[in-house]
Nanobody
Framework: VQLQASGGGLVQAGGSLRLSCAASGTINDMGWYRQAPGKQRELVASISSRGSTRYGDSVTGRFTISRDNTKKTVYLQMNSLKPEDTAVYYC??????????????WGQGTQVTVSS
């Protein structure tokens, strides 16, 4: 299973960014996590294979997760960005393979920096 994340960058507070993560294989749940310097990695948002979503408390109402199953891609639309959203964002997918069964896979991470 390979993951390719893109879309990070530098944006001013109040701005928007859209992250994308393309996966291969038989994909189940997909999600985004983030890790700021000195902090633990935390859930940003997740979406099941049927489209059920879950959000971290700090991003609810500002971020929207979606997926395109034909492209095996998960998106994270981030609006009203705040400096505290600055972190490395990682996509994670749960995928099934014939050799390993169902496992979690992580993307390489993409930096999001929000300036005040």
């Amino acid at each position: 299973v390979q993951l390719q994340a893109s879309g990070g960058g530098l944006v001013q507070a109040g701005g928007s960014l859209r992250l994308s993560c393309a996966a291969s294989g038989t994909i189940n749940d997909m999600g985004w996590y983030r890790q700021a310097p000195g902090k633990q990695r935390e859930l940003v948002a997740s979406i099941s294979s049927r489209g059920s979503t879950r959000y971290g408390d700090s991003v609810t109402g500002r971020f929207t997760i979606s997926r395109d199953n034909t492209k095996k891609t998960v998106y994270l639309q981030m609006n009203s960005l705040k400096p505290e959203d600055t972190a490395v964002y990682y996509c994670k997918v749960n995928a099934w393979t014939p050799t390993r069964g169902s496992n979690d896979y992580w993307g390489q991470g993409t930096q999001v920096t929000v300036s005040s």
